[in-house]
T-cell receptor, first 112, second 111 residues
Framework: EAQVTQNPRYLITVTGKKLTVTCSQN?????MSWYRQDPGLGLRQIYYSMNVEVTDKGDVPEGYKVSRKEKRNFPLILESPSPNQTSLYFC???????????FGPGTRLTVT | DAKTTQPPSMDCAEGRAANLPCNHSTISGNEYVYWYRQIHSQGPQYIIH???NNETNEMASLIITEDRKSSTLILPHATLRDTAVYYC????????????FGQGTRLTINP
């Protein structure tokens, strides 16, 4: 089954403790992206990647890092999480600029 | 990317066609209209997209006016599982492929 998977689905952590949210897709898509969704603010793009070793900032990249060492994986790294990064995070992938994006199930992160 | 305007909420009876409008009066010639939906807090789901011609797939139909200033998403036989927030997005096809979701329309399908 074609899908985007994210882990963990739920995470409660403390300020400053480094964490990684994994994202994997099995559709051989070149494009991958991370979004965060907050009430009243809609969906905002954090980082995106056009292909392996090619990443770029979205609208809200501060406090996040990404890497794209393999085509299927696009992990999101929070090196020193803060409470304002409490949010619902989505990973997405697409086979090209014109095509639809497939979203993962989401990761609900709480930073205390 | 052009701004879109959608009604905040709509109701539709199960089995009837749900028609969701979207206004995008400032759309540019190279901007596409995309529709996604989100059920509760699940990952958004792609529905359909188009440039200027009407489009149909297994999920829905997209009707774009001739001047491209507005469009309508049609779910032909709505079911309870179609209850969701529907987002109309207008964007240029570019590298960032950024999707900007506005407030969308909360569609409730009633039995």
């Amino acid at each position: 089954e074609a899908q985007v998977t994210q882990n963990p689905r739920y995470l409660i952590t403390v300020t400053g403790k480094k964490l990684t949210v994994t994202c994997s897709q099995n559709m051989n898509h070149e494009y991958m992206s991370w979004y965060r969704q907050d009430p009243g603010l809609g969906l905002r793009q954090i980082y995106y990647s056009m292909n392996v070793e090619v990443t770029d900032k979205g609208d809200v990249p501060e406090g996040y890092k990404v890497s794209r060492k393999e085509k299927r994986n696009f992990p999101l790294i929070l090196e020193s999480p803060s409470p304002n990064q409490t949010s619902l995070y989505f990973c997405a992938s697409s086979r090209g600029t014109l095509y639809e994006q497939y979203f993962g199930p989401g990761t609900r992160l709480t930073v205390t | 990317d052009a701004k879109t305007t959608q009604p905040p909420s709509m109701d539709c009876a199960e089995g009837r066609a749900a028609n969701l409008p979207c206004n995008h009066s400032t759309i540019s010639g190279n901007e596409y209209v995309y529709w996604y939906r989100q059920i509760h807090s699940q990952g958004p789901q792609y529905i359909i997209h188009g440039l200027k011609n009407n489009e149909t797939n297994e999920m829905a139909s997209l009707i774009i006016t001739e001047d491209r200033k507005s469009s309508t998403l049609i779910l032909p036989h709505a079911t309870l599982r179609d209850t969701a927030v529907y987002y109309c997005i207008v964007r240029v096809v570019s590298g960032a492929q950024k999707l900007v979701f506005g407030q969308g329309t909360r569609l409730t399908i009633n039995p």
